[in-house]
């Protein structure tokens, strides 16, 4: 199985900080990543794929690159709304492997 | 707008089968271009693959290797939903359990969740 490894585990920031969450496979998984937010008691939500392509909907503040092992997630602003856990996953190799989150509080 | 209504028991008893079902509206289970997922979440928060169908040519199955043997998942055309079992839970199955789509057109993304779904073993 891909694993995927995620720093921090957890942050806490200021309303209007640029917030970076790094997310890194144990090989090679090409584009092959996708980001989610979950809020507590809900579903992830999806708002990156293929790395750097944003889902219809979501605010442009968040944004993702990388590719290969190494990859980076940024909210640009963050908002009070951004509170929640992100996820990095792949889908390069089955089984589908995800991150294990990054907690993301308000200062 | 896709939506995905999950159902059923939140309570089972060790050594017996975990069923739930996952209700499509807004696509079909047999869409060419999407698969249907079950995944879950521990109650440290970890996020796990138990696996996926999808319509071809024929049915397509896949399972995570962590519950293969136990993991079946079981489309129906009819009732347009497909459905998880799995057999001999223990403890350590105790999850909130989630079914989503996997648009698979150029890429592959969970792009709908349903609401997810807790369930318990215990005796």
């Known amino acids: 199985d891909i694993q995927m490894t995620q720093s921090p585990s957890s942050l806490s920031a200021s309303v209007g900080d640029r917030v970076t969450i790094t997310c890194q496979a144990s090989?090679?998984?090409?584009?092959?990543l996708n980001w989610y937010q979950q809020k507590p008691g809900k579903a992830p939500k999806l708002l990156i794929y293929d790395a750097s392509n944003m889902e219809t909907g979501v605010p442009s503040r968040f944004s993702g690159s990388g590719s290969g092992t190494d990859f980076t997630f940024t909210i640009s602003n963050l908002q009070a709304e951004d509170i929640a856990t992100y996820y990095c996953q792949q889908y390069d190799n089955l089984p589908f492997t995800f991150g294990p989150g990054t907690k993301v509080e308000i200062k | 707008q896709v939506q995905l209504q999950q159902s059923g028991p939140g309570l089972v008893k060790p050594s017996q089968t975990l069923s739930l079902t996952c209700a499509i509206s807004?696509?079909?289970?047999?869409?060419?271009?999407?698969?249907w997922n079950w995944i879950r979440q521990s109650p440290s928060g970890g996020l796990e693959w138990l696996g996926r169908?999808?319509?071809?040519?024929?049915?397509?199955?896949a399972y995570a290797l962590s519950v293969k043997g136990r993991i079946t998942i079981k489309s129906d055309t009819s009732k347009n939903q497909f459905s998880l079992e799995l057999d001999s839970v223990t403890a350590e199955d105790t999850a909130v359990y989630y079914c989503a789509r996997d648009h698979l057109e150029y890429s592959s993304y969970f792009d709908y969740w349903g609401r997810g779904s807790l369930v318990t073993v215990s005796s």
């Open positions: 169908t999808y319509h071809r040519d024929k049915w397509y199955y």
């Open positions: 807004g696509d079909s289970v047999s869409n060419n271009s999407a698969a």
């Open positions: 090989q090679d998984i090409r584009n092959y």
